[in-house]
């Protein structure tokens, strides 16, 4: 059991290191307009990646995450 939340402490510490990257990402992705690089396939993927973008942009979520890491 112990290397289970080890490995999901590790996931969890390299997504809060990632978090910066990822904002820039998101900030590119939504300046772009109508010529998108991330949202881009079917409308199912159009709603997954649509879906990750927000939460990405939630702050309550990564608050939440540096709680359980930190």
């Not at 290191?17 to 590119?28: D, F, G, S």
């Not at 409308?43 to 979520?61: P, V």
Request: aromatic share 8%; glycine share 6%.
């Amino acid at each position: 059991v112990l290397t289970r939340w080890t490995a999901h402490y590790l996931a969890f510490h390299q997504l809060l290191h990632l978090l910066n990257p990822l904002k820039i990402l998101v900030a590119h992705e939504r300046g772009r307009g109508d010529k998108p690089h991330i949202i881009v396939g079917d409308a199912t993927g159009h709603r997954k990646a649509a879906a990750m973008l927000e939460l990405i942009e939630n702050s309550l979520c990564w608050h939440t995450l540096a709680r359980y890491v930190l």
